[in-house]
């Protein structure tokens, strides 16, 4: 019976060639964008997963609020771990990671820059899952100076060497570190990525006991299946405990006293699984996703397989009439209504599993070019897994798009269509002009969201940041220079090609220092401020160019600028004073590297600029005339290859045995919105994918539409209708359809992009063009759809058309 039913169907499939390549064209790309989609969303559901006891580990931030600045970071103090596990028993363990960044690297003659190190605890790998392929995790990093490092970067320092027990060197730290472990490699959906990490016990900061100072990501391991809401609320008796004793002594005030002046401080929990899409602190280890980014790509990834079913379920129905008459015969003849479903279920799952062939070499195709635009690594091996969710997706498909047509031609009376009495129903039409409606509902919401995101990364090109971005050359690893800084920055400043140059590590994009400050007012001890903090020299706010908004800039001729501040707009207005005001007023640095408790006088107040992302709004900024090592120029671009050249030279004449490296700021600046031009670019593709398969269904419609109405066209031509009259007369009723899903699709577009759009703290205003300019494209797009076939059936020969009714 099996198959009889494939030999009729397969005959079917042939007969109607039209739409069964419509139908087959429209589920291919359905199942494989949809596919490439659901991988995407796994791999982003999937951080961090790899952990053994990923559900029990939580990492410890903290959060404040102090007069009105607020302060959300993923590291804390040195002894918060300790604290943790010896004050609380659901703790089993507790962990930490500090951050060493990229260091210089000397095994023997060789060097090497290019890999990141971090400090863990020696029990680190008893916590998170990085298997050994040689040395044991449990004692590896036991002693001070011993290092675990990835099995790439073994091979790339050691060769063919047994890397165990041989010493890597850090030149610039003058410490040297023995090789006592090799981990395969830290997996690409974790929350952070390392090349190599060295005991905690080789750095005396880790036995600090003070709880003022945060720089240690802390991890804690708890017991199966514990909530870790119920520790969380016990963590304000910590704080009073071990900071209110701090504070006190810091302060002068008592930790209640600090609280009921408004302030508010404490620390949080973070699931490690919702790390990667969920956190917004600061200071994250990498660059966290985003979780609305992955429930709306969900919801598409649904929406364009609904559409593709959409399309099948339209054509089957629309073009019932041609398998009337056999279902009436076939029913005369003996077959039950239970065999006739079965029949077109087995015809569907004909066209879905052509469709899933086709698929399968789609995405073999086109994941490659996905992954580079999203910068993933998703893959579609022969993964058993990945090869039965692709099936379950076909069978599920074969089922959702075919279980409504079959109970639908199955429910034919054999006497009704044998008597050719079978009209069309105004119900099934009905549905169909439902599922069209939706089909453009869908594509018309995904044409304004893509130009909302466009208009929106546009607008962050373009803003003026408070800053100049543009021309601005920045040399990070310039303190290999040591005391040849100034002297390689007052050569290059020889050079008619460099406008100015500054010495500084803050930058206002990109990897930069970053340093909190505590402050206050002269005389008000207890009203204690954090903000940001700029070590800079005089050049760094005219190299910038940054502009004054009162007072003066840093100067080399004022002896007492060493004590001297420059504070913006907003650090002003938080301080109670406007622009004029400041200037003269004190404050006192708590905390400063000068000291505790030093005074600065304000000699000038900067116009606000953006020194975070556009996602923030622009917080207090204190600077003061203490630069760091690290080299920023201001450069003409007329001859930007002949001036890097001349630096290399310039810098290769120091002999500092580090590589001449740059960047410039507005490559900085754009790096900070990678994943929204990112996400922007993939929502196009998924757009245009969405609105092709749209109108495939459109497609298919509207040539059975001229097919039935192939009389009625011949007889209007014989009448004096002109080919124009007959495409509008059959275009009408589509273009319609495409006017009521504008109606359902502009108000549930405004309120999600706007929802979207609330994530930036600087962003666009949602504009009446953006939904009049969807509408049109959609109406466009299926006006050109529609006309194609519409013209093909006007200008077809009346006569022929008559004779073959």
């Not at 918060?80 to 028993?89: F, G, H, T």
């Not at 520790?231 to 930790?255: D, H």
């Not at 007329?638 to 500092?656: C, H, R, V, Y």
Request: net charge positive; hydrophobic share 45%; charged share 15%.
């Amino acid at each position: 019976m099996l198959k009889n039913y494939i030999k009729i169907a397969w005959r079917n499939l042939i007969k109607h060639k039209t739409f069964s390549v419509i139908n087959i064209s429209g589920l291919a790309i359905g199942m494989s964008v949809c596919f490439i989609i659901l991988l995407y969303v796994q791999n982003e559901l999937s951080y961090d997963r790899f952990n053994k006891n990923a559900d029990s580990i939580v990492r410890v931030a903290f959060q404040a609020e102090i007069n009105g600045g607020k302060i959300f970071e993923t590291n804390v103090m040195p002894p918060v771990a300790s604290a943790l596990k010896n004050d609380y028993a659901e703790v089993q363990d507790a962990t930490r990671l500090q951050i060493a960044g990229i260091r210089k690297v000397t095994y023997k003659e060789k060097s090497f820059k290019d890999d990141q190190l971090a400090f863990v605890d020696a029990n680190f790998f008893n916590i998170f899952t990085l298997p050994f392929i040689a040395g044991d995790g449990k004692t590896a990093l036991l002693e001070p100076n011993t290092v675990v490092v990835t099995k790439a970067l073994a091979q790339k320092y050691f060769g063919n060497e047994n890397p165990i027990g041989k010493t890597l060197t850090l030149p610039n730290d003058n410490a040297q570190f023995k090789v006592t472990g090799i981990i395969d490699k830290v997996p690409v959906n974790a929350h952070f990525h390392f090349d190599m990490f060295a005991s905690m016990g080789s750095l005396p900061s880790a036995k600090s006991d003070s709880w003022m100072a945060s720089n240690f990501f802390t991890y804690l391991l708890l017991k199966p299946g514990y909530d870790y809401k119920k520790l969380e609320s016990k963590l304000p008796s910590m704080v009073r405990k071990y900071m209110g004793p701090q504070i006190q002594q810091s302060m002068g005030i008592s930790l209640e006293q600090f609280i009921t002046k408004g302030n508010k401080m404490g620390f949080v929990l973070q699931p490690l699984t919702s790390i990667h899409l969920h956190s917004h602190a600061n200071y994250e280890l990498d660059v966290p996703g985003n979780a609305m980014y992955v429930y709306v790509f969900g919801v598409i990834a649904v929406f364009i397989l609904l559409i593709a079913c959409i399309n099948f379920i339209n054509l089957s129905t629309a073009s019932a009439t041609k398998r009337a008459k056999e279902v009436g015969v076939r029913k005369v003849i003996g077959s039950g209504r239970t065999q006739l479903i079965k029949q077109f279920l087995v015809e569907s799952a004909l066209l879905v599993f052509i469709a899933l062939i086709i698929s399968f070499i789609l995405i073999q195709l086109t994941l490659p070019v996905f992954n580079s635009i999203s910068d993933k690594n998703l893959n579609f091996g022969f993964n058993i897994k990945i090869i039965a969710s692709f099936i379950g997706l076909g069978i599920l498909v074969s089922v959702a798009a075919g279980i409504y047509p079959a109970f639908f031609l199955a429910s034919f009376k054999p006497i009704t269509v044998l008597k050719g009495q079978l009209k069309s129903s105004n119900k099934a039409f009905g549905v169909r002009s439902g599922l069209v409606v939706f089909q453009f509902f869908i594509s018309v919401g995904l044409i304004i969201g893509t130009v909302v995101v466009q208009q929106q990364m546009q607008y962050i090109q373009n803003k003026n940041l408070g800053y100049d971005k543009e021309q601005i050359l920045s040399i990070p690893n310039s303190y290999a220079l040591r005391e040849n800084e100034q002297v390689f920055k007052t050569d290059m400043l020889r050079d008619p090609r460099i406008i100015s140059a500054t010495v500084s590590s803050y930058k206002p994009a990109g990897p930069s220092s970053g340093s909190n400050a505590l402050s206050f007012l002269e005389g008000h001890e207890n009203q204690i401020m954090k903000t940001q903090e700029y070590h800079v020299d005089e050049e760094y706010i005219p190299t910038f160019g940054m502009k004054m908004a009162s007072g003066r800039n840093f100067s080399t001729a004022f002896t007492t600028d060493s004590t001297a501040m420059i504070i913006n707009e907003t650090a002003a207005k938080a301080y109670g004073w406007n622009n004029l005001t400041a200037v003269g007023k004190t404050i006192i640095r708590q905390n400063s590297d000068r000291g505790d408790n030093v005074p600065y006088h304000v000699i000038g107040v900067v116009k606000d600029f953006n020194f975070q992302s556009l996602h923030e709004p622009i917080t207090s900024l204190l600077m003061t005339l203490h630069p760091d090592q690290g080299l920023i120029f201001k450069v003409k671009t007329a001859d930007i290859q002949g001036l890097l050249s001349t630096m290399k030279k310039q810098w290769s004449e120091f002999n500092t045995d580090e590589p001449f490296t740059y960047t410039f700021m507005d490559d900085l600046y754009n790096k900070t919105y990678a994943a929204e031009q990112k996400t922007g670019a993939v929502l196009n593709i998924f757009a245009v994918f969405t609105i092709l398969v749209a109108c495939l269904g459109l497609f298919g419609l509207i040539t059975y539409t001229a097919e039935q109405r192939t009389k009625e066209i011949g007889i209007r031509k014989v009448l004096g209708a002109s080919a124009t009259q007959v495409v509008q007369m059959l275009s009408k009723d589509f273009v319609k359809l495409v006017l009521v899903a504008c109606v359902f699709a502009f108000p549930s577009s405004y309120w999600i992009m706007g929802k979207w759009l609330q994530s930036f703290a600087f962003r666009i205003n949602i504009s009446w063009w953006m939904f009049v300019g969807a509408g049109l494209s959609a109406l466009l797009i299926a006006l050109i759809t529609v006309s194609f076939q519409a013209f093909k059936a006007a200008l077809a020969n009346p006569v022929k058309s008559l004779r073959t009714e």
